[in-house]
């Protein structure tokens, strides 16, 4: 079984379904690795480069991080994470989406 010195998301429910304008929605991102969520850091990131903390919880297992988003408007937006893998190793990455006005 191959072992992983980062947690990488392999699943992040932005590929499942759109967010709706407006509206208040959860992301569920999944990584390859367990994580220590005490040292994780989410944010949102606007088109215009504002970011602003998001809160989150430990999913189902600890590979997985659940997501609050406050509701946006439509625009384009990047969610910015940065989390530590139970081996030690940091990770920090980002995700980009849409929401349409139209979904």
């Given at each position: 079984?191959?072992?992983?010195?980062?947690?990488?998301?392999?699943?992040?429910?932005?590929?499942?379904?759109?967010?709706?304008?407006?509206?208040?929605?959860?992301?569920?991102?999944?990584?390859?690795?367990?994580?220590?969520?005490?040292?994780?850091?989410?944010?949102?990131?606007?088109?215009?480069g504002?970011?602003?903390?998001?809160?989150?919880?430990?999913?189902?297992?600890?590979?997985?991080?659940?997501?609050?988003?406050?509701?946006?408007?439509?625009?384009?937006?990047a969610?910015?994470?940065?989390?530590?893998?139970?081996?030690?190793?940091?990770?920090d990455?980002?995700?980009?989406?849409?929401?349409?006005?139209n979904?």
């Open positions: 079984m191959p072992a992983f010195a980062h947690a990488v998301i392999v699943r992040a429910s932005l590929e499942d379904a759109a967010i709706k304008p407006d509206t208040a929605s959860e992301v569920t991102l999944v990584f390859n690795s367990k994580i220590e969520t005490a040292f994780c850091q989410v944010s949102i990131v606007d088109a215009a504002n970011a602003r903390k998001l809160d989150f919880k430990v999913g189902p297992s600890s590979e997985r991080l659940i997501v609050s988003l406050p509701p946006l408007p439509a625009g384009a937006y969610i910015r994470y940065k989390v530590l893998s139970a081996d030690g190793h940091f990770t990455n980002v995700l980009r989406f849409k929401i349409s006005a979904p």
